[in-house]
Each structure stands twice: as structure tokens, then as C-alpha cells.
Antibody
Framework: EVQLLESGGGLVQPGGSLRISCAGS????????MTWVRQAPGKGLEWVST????????FYADSVKGRFTISRDNPQNTLYLQMNTLRAEDTAVYFC????????WGQGTLVIVSS | EIVMTQTPLSSLVTLGQPASISCRSS???????????LRWLHQRPGQPPRLLIH???HRFSGVPDRFSGSGAGTEFTLRISRVEAEDVGLYYC?????????FGQGTKVEIK
């Protein structure tokens, strides 16, 4: 069974940093591109970033480019999102998603940016 | 970026009756590899989205056959042949043909 378990969310002040993680299991993690998608409270879905299976190519939404960094540790079956210079508008549930445009989704981790 | 527009934004349906949602993209979703990466997702309240349909019309693993997708180019439709109580929630179309990937606004389906 494919499982994606996000962790690391929480409350952070504007301008601060946070790293969230996603542990994958039940599939060959290193064979799949991985994606982060976020959903602000009561709002729709927004694609954030995608990383190719080998980790050597990444893609970002303009809203996070230069502030967020996606990475992965294939031997540890883990996906990361390093978020710097956080803004209030980054407040959202962040979903880890398998594959380019997503087939399996994790439960999400909530990031709140507030003073 | 490609803008995805869904209609209607809200739908009140009777159990056992059909329902449909339309999705229009601002540009063709045909990828350079010839495929069209149009997906439909369903999100129940308090739950993460789950994939229903990929590449316009391919049902994902475990998705009931009452769900079907159709369309081409810039016009796409999700149909539910007979709505069941578990089908309530938000439905999103999403394009994965070009970065940035983009979603429709979501269509809320409720039971009468």
C-alpha cells in the first residue's frame, strides 16, 4: 500500500524558516518524481514544486521561487521542502504527492505563518 | 500560465441521478509527447484530495466505474452516472501538461 506521511508543520513567524518532510513507503520511492501541493484554509489547491526521481531537476511556482527548496533523500525514502522567508500567504496545508501531477496524496501537514 | 475554469461551481444533485462538471483550459493541454495530462480529483471534507481520472478518461485504481471523463484540447467533462452519498465534496480539474501545473477553482457537489 502506497503511503505518504508528512511531518514538520507548525507555527512560524513571518520571515522565518521551516522544513517539512514526507516519508514514502509501499512503493519504489527512487523511481518517482515527487510533488508538493498546498491548500490555504478554505481555499483551492495550488501546485508548489516538483522534483524528478533522481533529484537533479526541480520546478517551482513563481510564488515560492527563490524562497522554497525541494529536495529528496532516496535511500531514506524522504521528500523535503525547505521554506525560507515565510509570509502570511504561505499559510496552508502542504500535501506530499507521488508523481509529476500526482496520483497518491498524503494527509498533509499544516504550516501557519503568523506573529 | 494555463488557467483552468470549472462550471458549475456548485451543484445540488439527487441520489441516483447523474451529474456532470465541465472544465475549460485557457490553452490546449496536448503535451509535446502527444498526451493530454488532464486530471480530476475529489476531496471530501477534512480529507486530502484523491485522484479519480487521469489523462482525460483513465480511471485511477479503485475508482468506481460510475465516474467517467471525456474531452479534448481545451474542453473536458467529468460525469457521475448515478450519484451516491459518498460522492459529496469538492471536485477539481488539474492540468499537468505544462508548468506551472494549475487547478480549477473547484466544484462543490451536495445532495438534495
Amino acid at each position: 500500500e502506497v503511503q505518504l506521511l508528512e511531518s514538520g508543520g507548525g507555527l512560524v513567524q513571518p520571515g522565518g524558516s521551516l522544513r517539512i518532510s514526507c516519508a514514502g513507503s509501499g512503493f519504489t520511492f527512487s523511481s518517482y518524481a515527487m510533488t508538493w501541493v498546498r491548500q490555504a484554509p478554505g481555499k483551492g489547491l495550488e501546485w508548489v514544486s516538483t522534483i524528478v526521481s533522481a533529484g537533479d531537476n526541480t520546478f517551482y511556482a513563481d510564488s515560492v521561487k527563490g524562497r522554497f527548496t525541494i529536495s529528496r533523500d532516496n535511500p531514506q525514502n524522504t521528500l523535503y521542502l525547505q521554506m525560507n522567508t515565510l509570509r502570511a500567504e504561505d499559510t496552508a496545508v502542504y500535501f506530499c504527492v507521488r508523481n509529476w501531477a500526482g496520483d497518491y496524496w498524503g494527509q498533509g501537514t499544516l504550516v501557519i505563518v503568523s506573529s | 500560465e494555463i488557467v483552468m475554469t470549472q462550471t458549475p461551481l456548485s451543484s445540488l444533485v439527487t441520489l441516483g441521478q447523474p451529474a456532470s462538471i465541465s472544465c475549460r483550459s485557457s490553452r490546449s493541454l496536448v503535451h509535446s509527447d502527444g498526451n493530454t495530462y488532464l486530471r480530476w480529483l475529489h476531496q471530501r471534507p477534512g480529507q486530502p484530495p484523491r485522484l479519480l481520472i487521469h489523462m482525460i478518461s483513465h480511471r485511477f485504481s479503485g475508482v468506481p466505474d460510475r465516474f467517467s471523463g471525456s474531452g479534448a484540447g481545451t474542453e473536458f467533462t467529468l460525469r457521475i452516472s448515478r450519484v451516491e452519498a459518498e460522492d459529496v465534496g469538492l471536485y477539481y480539474c488539474m492540468q499537468g501538461s505544462q508548468f506551472p501545473y494549475t487547478f480549477g477553482q473547484g466544484t462543490k457537489v451536495e445532495i438534495k
